[in-house]
């Protein structure tokens, strides 16, 4: 997947703070090339052009939601395969269960622990690609 | 009304006053006879041609008087005239007595001596014989008297009689002349109108009526006590126009007109007045009153009775103000109301109502209810309201309505049911339930945004404050560090309350959704103690297994089952000394198992025990900041142990600890423990929807030896579920008046259907509806048409099988998401022996050289869809290997068009997969011991 040992992660989350903390829980612990951007539309661009590793991808956005973007994103051939973690603060058992109906790898319930938001996505990460 | 006797009385006097005429008339004529008689004798004619003359003229006259009896004598006494009147009376002809007998042959004797006797002392003389009537006629004596005169035939009658001396022109006596009139008749019609009047007086004095009598003129002449008593009025005053000041003011008019108009139409008086009492008592009568007319139609008099209705009337007005009160109150209720008949023909519609379904009142009374019910309701109306209603009445039930624009709308009824004296009456207490549906849906909705706005900036305060914490802005001050750490712990406690708040509202909305099924329990016991060891460290506690009860099952929901032993295990934690241990222990008893956990704590004080389940209790306000819980949890876990039908209580001792207990029904293996399946096998229910088919399955099951009991309604499924144990249910997803899916849903929340295996059989157009989704209904096999008999025996064979045995089935695993394999590997690793495939080209590989006894596949691989493996998931004796969907990607609809084996759709956490998995494999355990050709 990526040449570099580095984690490449696309967050997309239109709250800048919480953008500010995941930044700073994952670039503390280091390991990641961190890329946030806060609508739908932007991080269909940044999926092409960023080559992220893993997408975080908040479900509530304004215009385009998360399950929007997922699908666009799967339509697309150049972003159909790149992995997609599901952040929400939905946490009904149906919702989750809705999200991992469409598709995303994982499903992280907010609030998150920064602390542990970069060893969870790790093992997201290893149980994707075993050989990485 | 018979005609009084007073009546004849007056008919009688003018009777004999008309006879006494006719008889003065008489007279004179037999005088002017008697004196031509004697004028021609004396006027040189020849005395007998003369009398024979005057003989024959007045024979005619006297025989045209056939009423009286005209006999005359010689004065010797031999009788020498006898008219028709005499010989019609006595019997005798004339040819027998003229010139024959004397008088005394059809007199009394001893009434003729008796009056003898009286005559001679009169006349100081003896007289005897003949002479007794010379003598009374000489000394006038013998005017009009009663005499008892003797007919030939010896029989006697009563005769008023005169008896007069005749006297020839020279003055001389010629004879004597009997004029006499049968007064029998007379006599004893007058005796029997006293009698009658004495009766009538007596009747009337016993009446529990009044009675009284007027005059022509209305002035009273007779009443009887009891009119006395209603009206206060001594017998006296009653008399005379006295009645009528007795009536009340106010009717005296209406009395009147009543009383002219009977008269006018000749007929019976029947009016209502009332009487006032001199103590001023107003008592009600009914008087009826008819006028006694002659016989030319004169009217009499009246003669009446007088009922008191003053009690009726009372009861009338009581009922009529009740009447008018309970009008009111139904016209001013809020909900609507609707009565019916037994054969649902509406009654009653209150304005409510007629506002809520938007007809008028004319519009629905005579109706048929069905014309607010939606068109969906179809049949006979009457079956339909028979069914419903018996499952209806006494509980509030929701229905859909119709409006008159054809809007149909949610209801709730609470129907009752109440007998008059036409019959049976439904009536529902109806409310419109769309505004509240509505609140409900934005209260929702409100909930859930809350919950997210709330969420989002607390990710960002519990995101910062982790992050201080942690030092990734570099190490604090420890004053710094204290408050950070105070901060982040209670932003953690605003979160798990939120979470609480969350789950207590679908509770209480009833939408927290449960996937009741057959657990082991201890499985999930420990499995709990593992994920809670971490929270428990954070108390420096352990979690101990004290006992366990290997290979029981209970019904539950694994997913609410872990939530409530997380709130158990937490609360036990925080209220454990450092160092001490949590014991839990699991006991199989008599149908339940109980799972304990207890606590070596301070023990729950007397006074806070009875609030210890109710929310936000805690047993003092400290302890909330102090332990750190929302007061919610217990509450919770309340509301979804008993959701799943078990129950939650507690031991505490002050000083000792706690132990909370959580009973939940034990999952029963429906043979039991008999050692002989074939014995007394349970019956198989069959409710089916087309008859026909029900026959058929009855047929089919019959022949396979099972006993077969069918119903045609839920409802009545319903009730012999809850009379009898089944073997199993086989039923039809539509149902008349419901469909099997909510039927099945409501079963297992009931204590009597929570086990009992369920085989859909579904119809022409099948398929579960899409309520189905988000249910995990525990249905065991899904057939369709056309039906296999051998297909079905053995489903339902399945079924009714139930209990683990030993022995591993082989699990072929098709999924490409590594991690849910090894879960489940590890999940089901003393249950099965997992294979798995991560492709559909590995899995085709696989079953190409291998059996298996079911298959978990994922709709979803890498090359294909799960389910093209179908066809080759095949026994040997081309039997489908059970197949479990693990994916909610597709509705099990579509699903159910395409797996025509068994299909259980579950929401893809692992433990509804497992408890799915285990349901078939069971299944499948028994049917392989049944001597079923499952294994190769």
């Known amino acids: 997947m990526s ?15 919480i953008q500010a903390i995941a930044r700073l829980a994952l670039e503390g612990v280091g390991g990641f090339e961190m890329e946030t951007c806060g609508t739908g539309e932007e991080a269909m661009h940044l999926a092409r052009t960023f080559h992220p590793d893993l997408i975080l991808l908040d479900v509530m956005m304004p215009d385009m939601d998360g399950v929007t973007t997922l699908r666009r994103l799967r339509g697309d051939p150049q972003t159909e395969a790149i992995p997609v973690v599901f952040m929400t603060a939905k946490i009904q058992q149906e919702e989750v269960a809705r999200l991992r109906g469409e598709g995303a790898l994982d499903v992280l319930v907010k609030p998150f622990d920064p602390m542990t938001l970069a060893h969870t996505l790790r093992q997201i990460w290893a149980r994707m690609a075993p050989d990485g | 009304m018979k005609r009084p006797s007073s009546h004849e009385g007056l008919d009688r006097r003018e009777d004999l006053a008309r006879l006494r005429k006719s008889e003065a008339r008489l007279r004179a004529i037999l005088r002017q006879a008697t004196d031509g008689i004697l004028r021609d004798a004396s006027v040189s004619r020849s005395a007998e041609e003369a009398l024979a003359d005057s003989t024959e003229r007045l024979g005619a006259v006297l025989n045209a008087a056939t009423e009286l009896a005209v006999i005359a004598t010689d004065p010797a006494g031999t009788i020498n005239l006898f008219n028709r009147g005499a010989e019609r009376m006595l019997g005798y002809t004339a040819q027998e007595v003229v010139g024959e007998a004397s008088p005394l042959i059809f007199h009394r004797g001893e009434e003729v001596e008796e009056c003898g006797r009286g005559l001679a002392r009169r006349l100081g003389r003896p007289v005897r014989g003949f002479g007794i009537f010379a003598d009374l006629a000489r000394a006038g004596l013998a005017g009009e008297r009663e005499w008892t005169w003797v007919r030939k035939d010896g029989s006697a009658l009563l005769v008023l009689c005169s008896i007069s001396a005749l006297y020839d022109a020279k003055g001389l006596p010629s004879g004597f002349l009997w004029i006499g009139r049968d007064i029998t008749e007379t006599r004893r019609q007058e005796q029997a109108l006293r009698e009658s009047e004495e009766r009538f007086r007596t009747l009337s004095t016993a009446s529990p009526v009044g009675v009284f009598q007027t005059d022509a003129e209305g002035l009273c002449l007779y009443t009887n006590p009891r009119w006395c008593e209603i009206t206060g009025l001594d017998p006296e005053e009653s008399l005379g126009v006295g009645w009528i000041r007795a009536v009340h003011p106010d009717d005296q008019d209406e009395l009147l007109m009543a009383w002219r108009r009977a008269l006018l139409w000749d007929e019976e008086m029947i009016h209502e007045f009332r009487f006032r009492r001199p103590d001023g008592e107003v008592r009600w009568v009914l008087a009826r009153a008819a006028a006694v007319r002659s016989e030319v139609g004169k009217v009499q008099g009246y003669v009446g009775t007088a009922e008191d209705i003053t009690e009726r009337r009372r009861a009338e007005e009581a009922l009529r103000d009740s009447e008018v009160r309970t009008r009111a109150i139904i016209e001013q209720l809020l ?131 982790g992050l201080l914490a942690g030092g990734a802005a570099g190490p604090l001050p420890d004053k710094a560090g204290e408050l950070v750490r105070i901060a982040l712990k209670n932003s953690e406690r605003l979160i798990l309350l939120i979470n609480d708040i969350l789950d207590m509202e679908k509770i209480e909305s009833g939408r927290m959704e449960f996937a009741i099924q057959p657990l082991t329990v201890m499985a999930n016991v420990e499995l709990a103690l593992a994920s809670n060891q971490a929270y428990a460290d954070q108390y420096g506690v352990r979690l101990v297994l004290a006992q366990a009860a290997p290979g029981s099952q209970v019904l539950a929901d694994p997913n609410r089952l872990a939530q409530v032993l997380a709130n158990l295990l937490s609360n036990a934690c925080k209220f454990s000394p450092s160092g001490g241990t949590v014991d839990v222990s699991v006991n199989a ?59 939650i209580g507690f031991e505490t001792e002050v000083g000792r600890g706690t132990t909370f207990h959580v009973d939940l029904p034990v999952a029963p293996s429906l043979d039991g423990p008999s050692p002989s399946p074939g014995g007394a096998r349970r019956p198989v229910l069959v409710c089916v929807n087309d008859a026909r088919a029900s026959r058929r399955f009855q047929e089919a099951l019959t022949q396979e030896g099972y006993t077969v009991e069918r119903a045609a309604t839920a409802w009545e499924a319903r009730g012999l579920i809850e009379q009898s144990q089944y073997a199993a249910l086989l039923m039809s997803p539509e149902l008349p008046d419901g469909d099997g899916l909510t039927f099945v849903r ?187 050709k499952v294994e190769e």
């Open chain 1, 3 to 17: 040449a570099s040992s580095l984690l490449r992660i696309l967050h997309v989350e239109d709250d800048a703070d």
């Open chain 2, 335 to 465: 909900g609507g109301l609707v009565t019916i008949t037994e054969e649902g023909v509406i009654e009653l519609v209150n304005p409510a109502a007629q506002r809520m379904f938007g007809y008028t009142e004319e519009e629905l009374v005579g109706q048929h209810l069905s014309l607010l019910l939606p068109e969906t309701v179809e049949g006979d109306p009457k079956e339909y309201l028979r069914r419903t209603h018996r499952q209806a009445v006494g509980r509030v039930t929701e229905w859909e309505a119709r409006r008159k624009n054809g809007s149909v709308f949610p209801v709730e009824v609470s129907l009752f049911e109440f007998q008059t004296i036409q019959g049976r009456r439904f009536a529902g207490n109806v409310r419109d339930l769309t505004q509240l549906k509505e609140v409900e849906r934005l209260k929702r909705e409100f909930v859930s945004t809350v919950s997210h706005e709330l969420r989002t900036p607390l990710t960002s305060i519990r995101g910062s404050l």
């Open chain 2, 746 to 932: 409501n079963l297992r929340s009931s204590a009597s259907g929570r086990s009992l295996p369920v085989v859909m059989v579904s119809g022409q157009s099948p398929g579960p509806s899409e309520r189905m989704e988000g249910e995990a209904l525990l249905i065991l096999d899904w057939l369709s048409p056309p039906l296999e008999r051998a297909r079905l025996a053995e489903t339902i064979r399945l079924a009714a099988r139930k209990g683990w045995v030993a022995g591993k089935p082989r699990i072929l695993h098709v999924e490409d998401d590594p991690d849910v394999v090894r879960v489940l590997a590890v999940v089901l690793a003393g249950e099965a022996e997992m294979v798995s495939a991560r492709s559909l080209g590995e899995a085709e590989k696989l079953l190409a050289r291998e059996r298996f006894d079911a298959a978990i596949l994922d709709l979803d691989l890498p090359d294909g869809v799960g389910l093209d493996l179908l066809p080759q998931l095949k026994a040997p004796d081309g039997r489908a290997v059970p197949v479990i969907v693990f994916s909610a990607a597709e509705s099990p609809r579509e699903m159910a068009r395409k797996v025509n084996a068994a299909l259980v759709k579950s929401r893809g956490t692992h433990q509804d997969l497992v408890a799915a998995l285990h349901a078939l494999i069971q299944a499948q355990e028994g049917s392989a011991r049944a001597g079923s």
């Open chain 2, 589 to 647: 008893a008599e149908g339940w198992v109980r799972i304990s956990v207890a606590d070596h704590g301070p023990g729950i004080r007397e006074e806070f025990r009875e609030r210890i389940f109710q929310r936000f209790a805690q047993a003092d306000a400290s302890d909330a900041r102090q332990k750190g819980g929302t007061g919610l949890g217990l509450s919770i876990s309340k509301a979804i142990v008993e959701h799943m039908g078990g129950r």
